[in-house]
Nanobody, 125 residues
């Protein structure tokens, strides 16, 4: 499995921006499609975005489409999530994850077998 470490979370005002990064180690990073998920207090973990192993395509949850951008750099073994126009409802712990099962394009957390520890994003109103 690949090991993942997120960074870049913090506190930001509504309308602001944050960029999350996820560093991977272990197995060959380009073998994996990558995803970002989030979990707010008292809620289920939800899909945010995913990217093809070579970056050929991306896919977003409707709630973040047009505001968030997922990208990867296979030479540096990193995946990022640029978050713009943040809203209080974006407040959550954000996790990066590697797709280890299912099919490409899956948005189910059950198909992602490697997870980071999470980074907190708090958006104040």
């Amino acid at each position: 499995q690949v090991q993942l470490v997120e960074s870049g979370g913090g506190l930001v005002q509504a309308g602001g921006s944050l960029r999350l990064s996820c560093a991977a180690s272990g197995r060959t990073f380009s073998n994996y499609a990558m995803g970002w998920f989030r979990q707010a207090p008292g809620k289920e973990r939800e899909f945010v975005a995913t990217i093809h192993r070579y970056g050929y395509w991306t896919y977003y949850a409707d709630s973040v489409k047009g505001r968030f951008t997922i990208a990867r750099n296979n030479a540096k073994n990193t995946v990022s999530l640029q978050m713009n126009s943040l809203k209080p409802e974006d407040t959550a712990v954000y996790y990066c994850a590697a797709l280890t099962g299912g099919s490409y394009g899956s948005t189910s957390s059950a198909d992602f077998g490697s997870w980071g520890q999470g980074t907190q994003v708090t958006v104040s109103s």
